[in-house]
């Protein structure tokens, strides 16, 4: 009976992320991939949409109606909005069975509180979880970019995500060194939004600062300068106006954010064991997360640090992936995960 229900009840693993969530479920691979947005209406307290759809309505929205993002430097801000979020994507995948709850593992930041990571399990049970595991996200990305993780050779990883840049060094099972810092994309974009305030006192949405950073951002100069036009409100007259910017100025924008990751990964470096360290320069360093697909930041990272960079197949989805691994292979890795029981 025990292994129907198990069936049923399909286990989970969640990339709660501060930008996208996404859901890889035993046996089908990653089903679901959104943004982490959530729309409500503030009369009634319902919600009016979730995923893809609210994040079309930030900064569209009439009065009663908010678009926020319940995750903020890849913990949870809004823990209502986040379990009611966790629930409207949990019940869309289990949708013909709902009395079955599933196994769910979850991967959260290396640097978060024990507060934080109570927070996290518990929207989870709230969700409808049976049982709620949590696994770091260096460790989960390691193990979706297909590193040796069990072995005793150092693996280095670094995943930039939306709200934080995760670095660890990994060896036989375990994290050796880490460190998580609260800058990552969205830093970036807010770089963006600073700076066409101050330039061209336009005020930009975050939307526009995000395609914009996409579109012509880089970590690095450039043979090419291209541009792209940025519509925004002149903060001067209060109309619609829109600008041409150059990649050389958007790269001198993110210059403050682009450096403290390349901080972390140095000081990360710098407190690598030494056996360990002549590892990573012949293994080189995983490159891994949606920031990792700035424009340069590879060649950024091997030009500052001196060791071979290597970006990985499936940066967006790798911590999904690692996640869904050990969910997958939950006796085998089960030991990677955070031990921690429910109280």
Do not use: W
Not at 235 to 250: N, Q, R, S, Y
């Amino acid at each position: 009976m025990g292994s129907k229900l198990a069936f049923l009840g399909r286990d989970m693993a969640v990339d709660l992320g501060t930008a996208n969530t996404l859901v890889y479920v035993r046996g089908r691979g990653i089903v679901l991939n959104e943004p982490s947005v959530v729309a409500i209406n503030t009369t009634t307290g319902k919600i009016v949409a979730v995923g893809i759809e609210a994040k079309r309505m930030i900064g569209r929205t009439p009065g009663n109606v908010v678009a926020v993002r319940p995750l903020k430097d890849g913990v949870i801000a809004d823990f209502d909005v986040t379990e009611r979020m966790l629930r409207y994507f949990i019940q869309r995948i289990h949708r013909r069975c709902l009395f079955a709850k599933p196994r769910i593992i979850i991967a959260v930041p290396s640097g978060i509180t024990g507060v934080e990571q109570r927070a996290v399990k518990e929207a989870g049970y709230q969700a409808g979880a049976r049982r709620v595991y949590i696994i770091e996200e260096p460790m989960a990305a390691a193990i979706g970019a297909g590193l040796p993780v069990h072995q005793p050779t150092g693996n280095m990883v670094v995943d930039i995500g939306g709200g934080t840049t995760e670095v660890a060094i990994i060896s036989m099972g375990g994290i050796v060194v880490s460190q998580s810092i609260r800058v990552a994309g969205d830093e970036l974009d807010q770089a963006i939004i600073s700076f066409a305030k101050k330039e061209y006192s336009l005020m930009l949405g975050e939307r526009t600062a995000e395609e914009i950073k996409i579109a012509i951002g880089s970590a690095c100069p450039t043979d090419d300068n291209p541009q792209a036009e940025i519509r925004g409100r002149d903060l001067v007259t209060g109309l619609p106006k829109t600008v041409v910017v150059t990649a050389e100025e958007i790269r001198r924008a993110t210059e403050e954010p682009i450096n403290a990751i390349v901080d972390a990964v140095k000081t990360t470096l710098d407190k690598c064991p030494p056996e360990l360290s002549g590892d990573l320069m012949d293994r080189g360093i995983a490159l891994t997360g949606g920031g990792a697909l700035l424009r340069g930041m590879d060649d950024r990272l091997r030009e500052e640090t001196g060791m071979p960079i290597h970006l990985v197949d499936n940066p967006l989805d790798s911590v999904a992936l690692g996640t869904g691994r050990c969910v997958e292979d939950f006796d085998t890795l089960q030991h990677v995960l955070v031990p921690e029981p429910r109280n």
